[in-house]
């Protein structure tokens, strides 16, 4: 007599979407000051060490890049001044998901899971089998929030869901790995003369049997990608603009 045994907890919450709009927009909240802050010291420093942590690892064609340690990870950040390219023009070629592969190589999959508010949304993120060791068929359930400040700054804040909302979101796939971006986004400040400056700032954890040192090497890389981005921006800006 086969008698069925209770279901295993599969750890994932269901919750209404009411209260995932209420904690994302809390979630976000954090996650955009935070960006604000990092972008802070967006100003021409001499030494490689910041004073706030941050230690400028490379500067290269006008893109700075610096980490600084958080735990066991460190979050980086990316930075560089857009001449002629207004901070609407970059937003427009930077969060459009559908050309994300075009910046990303890696990235397989990009899509919009739910939208809760105009500015405010469920994405998944799927990097495939072919993608670099470290991102080889992980996955990503992230929240989006854009946000223009008073000032004009725009800002894009994207961050993964906790693992329980997010798996009774969209249950994870047997053969993928699901990663936490635990911070990550745009500060895209509006300059008097038509251009822009960026920072991009990221901390991630691709999950699974990973070294630390070794995820922290690839969020360097990862970083590096802001060079193909910034040269699709200005091709966007040159043909595409009247």
Not at 24 to 31: D, H, K, L, P, Q
Not at 45 to 63: M, P, Y
Not at 84 to 93: E, G, K, L, P
Not at 116 to 122: G, K, Q
Request: aromatic share 8%; charged share 25%.
């Amino acid at each position: 007599m086969s008698s069925s045994s209770p279901a295993t907890c599969s750890r994932s919450w269901s919750i209404s979407e009411d209260s995932l709009r209420r904690y994302v927009f809390y979630a976000s909240e954090n996650c955009i000051q935070e960006l604000l802050s990092a972008s802070d010291s967006n100003r021409a420093v001499e030494s490689s060490t910041v004073n706030d942590g941050w230690k400028i690892l490379a500067i290269d064609n006008g893109v700075e890049i610096s980490k600084r340690p958080s735990g066991s990870l460190h979050t980086f950040r990316s930075r560089w001044l857009l001449k002629s390219v207004s901070a609407q023009q970059f937003i427009t070629v930077a969060d459009a998901i559908d050309a994300a592969k075009q910046w990303d190589p890696d990235l397989v999959e990009a899509r919009y899971i739910k939208d809760l508010e105009e500015n405010l949304s469920i994405i998944r993120l799927r990097f495939g089998d072919r993608s670099k060791p470290l991102f080889r068929n992980r996955e990503f359930i992230v929240y989006e929030r854009r946000e223009s400040m008073d000032d004009g700054t725009l800002v894009v804040a994207v961050a993964s869901l906790p693992k329980e909302i997010a798996d009774g979101l969209h249950p994870k796939q047997n053969n993928a790995i699901r990663g936490l971006l635990l911070q990550s986004g745009w500060v895209v400040e509006k300059l008097e003369d038509g251009s822009c400056m960026v920072t991009y700032i990221v901390q991630l954890d691709p999950a699974g049997w990973l070294p630390k040192c070794f995820v922290n090497r690839f969020n360097t890389k990862l970083v590096m990608i802001i060079e193909n981005l910034k040269n699709q921006v200005l091709a966007c800006s040159t043909n595409g603009d009247t």
